[in-house]
């Protein structure tokens, strides 16, 4: 017999309304009666759609984008590999004069989107022909910005190519990492979105983060900065948030988390936002497996070790090593 729940009188959730799903061979459930439910639905809970708004970046036309990046970045490993010196040119040429029309076109629904968002309005109240030129330049200047970045960005990337080789024994060479290891795709794709957060596009670069998360099981916020030489070991379950601030030569392992300690809520009960909330990384730190840093004011000392399993909510000096006391390990026959 179940025991009383002790809190159930503490509750304070409304009630929910009951569900009524039909079953498929019911003969009430006709199409359009089904269609009518669905669509009062919409009506009902506007928060999650986006009915009569302008159009918003379109999710496989920001992915296929960033594909096409990545072969500008390493040309030769993934889609065409038959490139060499004699039609380098033409290769990169005809792949740039892809992506500008495309960049224009998401780049200019997300500046669009969100100049309307912030005004409070939508397409029906702002007819379309308000300002899509300005967007549509703002779009084009963008792209145009970010490919100019390209050279910069794999600058960068290079680094973080011998940051693994050096970092890890069991790589057998550059290619190798550029092929299959998760933790350069994600810090790939993150210094992507984050030169597009520079740039001040919205959405898109959290667009980019989450396609990142979903193929590697990292999640980096577009939003971090992360210096030089930037190694992620193994990588599954990283979570790096949005204000951390991590500086050249930093290495971390699987689960390991950069995370907030809290939120901040105004005195309207709104959450407090655009303040720093993430852990500082300094240079030359190594972060081992499942360790957690939290916190905004955080910060973790130049050349310092944190240990496996760690959990950290304050500050440490330069070359600190921070580690948990092992448990005891206990054996005994198995019955």
Same mark, same amino acid.
């Given at each position: 017999m179940?025991?009383? $729940?002790?809190?159930a009188? *503490?509750?304070?959730?409304?009630?929910?309304p @009951?569900?009524?799903?039909k079953r498929?061979? $019911?003969?009430?459930?006709?199409?359009?009666?089904?269609? *009518?439910?669905? /669509?009062?639905?919409?009506?009902?809970?506007?928060?999650? &759609?986006?009915?009569? &708004?302008?159009? #918003?970046?379109?999710?496989?036309?920001?992915?296929?984008?960033?594909?096409?990046?990545?072969?500008?970045?390493?040309?030769?490993?993934?889609g065409?590999?038959d490139?060499?010196?004699?039609?380098?040119?033409?290769?990169? %040429?005809?792949?740039?004069d892809?992506?500008?029309g495309?960049?224009?076109?998401?780049?200019?629904?997300?500046f669009? &989107?969100?100049? +309307?968002?912030?005004?409070?309005?939508?397409?029906?109240?702002? !007819?379309? *022909?308000?300002?899509?030129?300005?967007?549509?330049?703002?779009?084009?200047?963008?792209?145009d910005?970010?490919?100019?970045?390209l050279?910069?960005l794999?600058?960068?990337?290079?680094?973080?190519?011998?940051?693994?080789?050096?970092?890890?024994p069991? @790589?057998? %060479?550059?290619? *190798?990492?550029?092929?299959?290891y998760?933790?350069?795709?994600?810090?790939? #794709?993150?210094r992507?979105?984050?030169?597009? =957060?520079?740039?001040?596009v919205?959405?898109? !670069?959290?667009m980019?983060?989450?396609?990142?998360?979903?193929?590697?099981?990292?999640?980096?916020?577009?939003?971090?900065?992360?210096?030089?030489?930037?190694?992620?070991d193994?990588?599954?379950?990283?979570?790096?948030?949005?204000?951390? $601030?991590?500086?050249?030569?930093?290495?971390?392992?699987?689960?390991?988390?950069?995370?907030?300690?809290?939120? @901040?809520?105004?005195?309207?009960?709104d959450? /407090?936002?655009?303040?720093?909330?993430?852990?500082?990384?300094?240079?030359?730190? =190594?972060?081992?497996?499942?360790?957690?840093v939290?916190g905004?004011?955080?910060?973790?000392?130049?050349?310092?070790?944190?240990?496996a399993?760690?959990? +950290?909510?304050?500050?440490?000096?330069p070359?600190t090593?921070?580690?948990?006391?092992k448990?005891?390990?206990?054996?005994?026959?198995a019955?």
């Amino acid at each position: 017999m179940n025991e009383p $729940d002790p809190d159930a009188t *503490e509750r304070t959730d409304p009630p929910r309304p @009951a569900l009524s799903l039909k079953r498929p061979d $019911d003969p009430d459930a006709t199409v359009s009666s089904l269609t *009518e439910a669905i /669509v009062a639905s919409y009506r009902d809970l506007e928060l999650i &759609h986006h009915l009569a &708004h302008c159009p #918003l970046p379109s999710n496989d036309a920001v992915v296929g984008i960033v594909l096409d990046v990545t072969e500008l970045l390493f040309p030769g490993y993934r889609g065409r590999q038959d490139l060499n010196w004699d039609n380098i040119d033409y290769f990169v %040429g005809s792949v740039i004069d892809s992506l500008r029309g495309r960049m224009t076109e998401q780049f200019s629904r997300a500046f669009r &989107h969100d100049a +309307l968002r912030r005004a409070g309005r939508d397409c029906e109240q702002e !007819p379309p *022909e308000a300002c899509p030129d300005l967007c549509r330049r703002k779009g084009a200047e963008t792209g145009d910005r970010l490919l100019a970045a390209l050279p910069a960005l794999r600058e960068l990337l290079v680094d973080d190519v011998r940051a693994a080789y050096e970092g890890d024994p069991a @790589a057998a %060479g550059y290619d *190798e990492i550029v092929f299959c290891y998760p933790g350069f795709a994600a810090i790939t #794709l993150h210094r992507i979105a984050h030169a597009l =957060v520079g740039l001040g596009v919205p959405v898109v !670069p959290r667009m980019i983060a989450e396609f990142a998360h979903a193929r590697t099981g990292i999640d980096i916020h577009p939003g971090a900065t992360i210096g030089r030489s930037f190694f992620i070991d193994h990588g599954t379950g990283v979570v790096i948030g949005e204000t951390c $601030d991590i500086a050249e030569r930093v290495k971390i392992y699987q689960g390991v988390t950069l995370g907030a300690k809290s939120f @901040a809520v105004g005195p309207d009960g709104d959450l /407090v936002r655009g303040q720093k909330r993430h852990p500082t990384v300094e240079a030359d730190v =190594v972060i081992y497996s499942n360790a957690t840093v939290l916190g905004g004011e955080t910060t973790i000392g130049r050349g310092s070790v944190v240990g496996a399993g760690v959990t +950290l909510t304050k500050s440490c000096g330069p070359n600190t090593i921070v580690t948990v006391e092992k448990a005891q390990l206990r054996f005994r026959e198995a019955v």
